[in-house]
């Protein structure tokens, strides 16, 4: 007896022990947790407060360097001059010509964009089966994935000569021909944007107008695009920004000819265009030309950040929720 009330007297001290050091265990992770607790939102402040501070530092940069460029060139020539010829003596810093061949393109590519993104989002959306919407939507996001650059050279290389063969008097470097190849590149934006607007739409408002006894064509112009339109003109309006800050395919296809026209099948200058030109160029630092630089990228930063300023407006104005 004395034996056996000796082993539960064993028994019994181990189990105090177990239960200590797991009472130990438990107050190191409960302080771990604690600190870890304390401290992530202060990580996750350091993290947003970066990002924001990267884009006053941006935003800073331009500001400062674009007043030194309009203390030689003054800011109502710049913005009514027709004439940009930036090297020689008689300068002449006139931006219409990179505004309109800016946004000549971003329209070509547009008017390339809207129709086809938005039909084949309503295809994915309304039509296709889960099989083909499995199979269809990889395959057109791969187009977001190829390099910009593939594009440009896609655009000199075999857009330009097709079009020439319609177009005669289309020439070698033209702003038709990037525009086209812009417009494809963003086909995955205004599709997928668009597509998502489009899912997010009850089915209950489809299946009623079906049995009122609506075709699938009148439940898709009259029902679905009506209860998504701020997500569809949102993917326009970012597809917009997106074709106004492409570089590498208008660099590489429009030319660097700096016409003010609106003549599509001439060579022409966009703003970021100009911005590699002058970037790769031989511009002396503290030069007027040098500074112009930064002129032209302050412009781009204001038209992309009304663009953006518009797609939010739009998508709180039309905003349905379900």
Same mark, same amino acid.
């Given at each position: ?10 028994? %019994? ?44 530092? *941006?935003?800073?940069?331009? =500001?400062? %360097? ?11 020539? #710049? #913005?009514?001059?027709? /004439?940009?010829?930036? =090297? ?6 006139? !931006? ?15 008017? /390339?964009? *809207? ?6 989002? &309503? ?8 099989? !083909? ?7 057109? %996001? *791969? ?9 440009? #050279? ?22 038709? @021909? ?20 489009? @899912? @997010? ?44 800050? %492409?570089?590498?395919?208008?660099? &590489? ?10 003549? !599509? ?34 412009? =781009?930063? /204001?038209?992309? =950040? ?17």
């Amino acid at each position: 007896m004395k034996g056996v009330f000796n082993l539960d007297k064993t028994i %019994e001290n181990n189990k105090k022990v177990n239960v200590r050091e797991l009472i130990e265990q438990n107050k190191r992770s409960v302080t771990i947790t604690t600190v870890l607790e304390k401290l992530m939102p202060k990580i996750l402040f350091t993290i947003a407060t970066i990002s924001i501070l990267t884009t006053a530092g *941006i935003l800073f940069t331009l =500001l400062t %360097e674009t007043i030194e460029f309009f203390k030689d060139v003054p800011f109502i020539e #710049f #913005f009514t001059g027709t /004439v940009l010829k930036p =090297l020689g003596e008689h300068a002449q810093f006139g !931006v219409l010509p990179l505004l309109t061949g800016t946004l000549i393109s971003s329209a070509i590519a547009m008017l /390339v964009a *809207i129709p086809i993104g938005l039909m084949t989002a &309503i295809y994915l959306s309304e039509y296709a089966s889960d099989k !083909v919407r499995r199979a269809l939507k990889p395959m057109l %996001e *791969i187009l977001a994935g190829i390099p910009t650059i593939v594009y440009g #050279f896609f655009a000199f290389t075999f857009v330009t000569p097709l079009l020439t063969n319609i177009i005669p008097s289309l020439q070698p470097t033209n702003i038709l @021909s990037p525009g086209i190849v812009m417009g494809i590149m963003i086909i995955p934006m205004v599709a997928s944007l668009s597509e998502d607007a489009m @899912s @997010s739409v009850p089915n209950s408002m489809r299946e009623g107008a079906l049995a009122l006894g609506a075709t699938r064509l009148e439940v898709t112009w009259k029902v679905v695009v009506p209860a998504a339109i701020s997500g569809i003109i949102a993917s326009f309006v970012l597809g917009i920004s997106r074709a106004i800050g %492409e570089t590498m395919i208008v660099t &590489i296809a429009s030319g660097s000819s700096k016409n003010f026209t609106f003549d !599509v099948t001439q060579s022409m200058q966009t703003m970021t265009a100009y911005i590699v030109e002058v970037t790769g160029g031989d511009a002396p630092a503290g030069s007027t030309l040098y500074f112009s630089l930064y002129a032209v990228a302050m412009t =781009l930063f /204001v038209f992309t =950040l009304v663009m953006n300023l518009f797609a939010q407006y739009i998508s709180r104005k039309f905003r349905e929720e379900y």
